[in-house]
């Protein structure tokens, strides 16, 4: 049996596949996660896992993580994974990293942009090269909680300039429910989350369709800002011509992904976009087969297997 997990900021998907047929499961990622406890929390995903499986451990399983946004984060949950499932090749990448094979891609760029944001590729010796990815507070740029927290900024702006409250201010108060807009900083951190936060990005597309001038600038920059994340690889020498982007907001906000392809077009014209409306769990299991086929991409991360890290000169003898 084969495994595939893809673990975001606010949802996880579980997808088996054997012999028989393919099945799948979704979950709230806070279920079952604990940001400051990722040894428990690896103990959690194994539990739901075997239930799934009826008992019975994956021959292999492939997890993409939101959070592993490290070679090392990457092979630390790997090893803890390894020592719950000796029996397992088990190979755990960044969530993005999903996308590529999702879409039928070996190597390129992986821009992910849902609760948050990051585009991440691997150099010609495996190794990570990410940019964003910093959380809601920092960066997440043109993800849900990224696009919300710029929508609040622009509204303080337009009001420090003695702008009338236009539809996008008038919206996030509403649903906010406050009615004093320097409340808005306040309101947005009781929120507690970047899940919280991001829910209500729709608002600012719902601005955007009515005309709101500040909701489409808001979204033009958001594009502009993940083109900026691309750029930032491409310059660290990020391999291919290949970008693949996916995640709950762009996938589902159309204005999202033009501005994005419009940026990309005036930076990186020669890098073929591609739009990922497939679950990227998907992805985790094309390379669970390539595992089970004994095939080790040359571009990804090494496997553990019984246990232990594969061997670079035979992996499969590991």
Known sequence: MLVGIDIGGTKTQLMTANTLAVSDISMPTSEWRGRQNVKAGAATLVTVLMKMTAGKPPEVLVVGSHGCDTDEECGAFQQRLAQLLPATVILVLNDSELLLPAAGKDVGISVICGTGSIAVAR???????????????????????????????????????????????RSLLQAL????????????????????????????????????????????????????LVS???????????????????????????????????????????????????????????????????????????????????????
């Open 123 to 169: 150099s010609h010796d495996r190794r990570m090269i990410a940019a964003g990815g910093w959380g809601w507070y920092l960066g997440d740029e043109g993800s849900a909680a990224g696009l919300v927290r710029e929508a609040a900024r622009a509204v303080r702006r337009s009001l420090d300039a003695g702008k009338p409250m236009e539809q996008l201010g």
């Open 177 to 228: 429910g406050i009615d004093d807009p320097v409340e808005l900083g306040r309101a947005l951190g009781d929120q507690g989350s970047a899940a919280k936060i991001g829910s209500f990005v729709p608002l600012v597309f719902q601005a955007a369709d009515a005309g709101s001038p500040l909701a489409l600038d808001v979204i033009a920059q958001g594009g502009n800002a993940l083109v900026a």
């Open 232 to 318: 930032r690889l491409i310059n660290r020498g990020a391999p291919g011509k290949d970008i693949v982007t996916g995640g709950g907001v762009i996938t589902r906000q159309p204005r999202l992904f033009e501005a994005f392809q419009s940026a990309l077009a005036t930076v990186a014209p020669d890098w073929t976009l591609t739009l990922l409306r497939e679950p990227p769990v998907i992805g985790a299991l094309a390379l669970a087969r390539q595992l089970q086929a004994g095939e080790r991409p040359a571009h990804l991360p090494l496997p553990h297997i019984a246990g232990n890290i594969s061997n670079e000169g035979d992996w499969r003898a590991a």
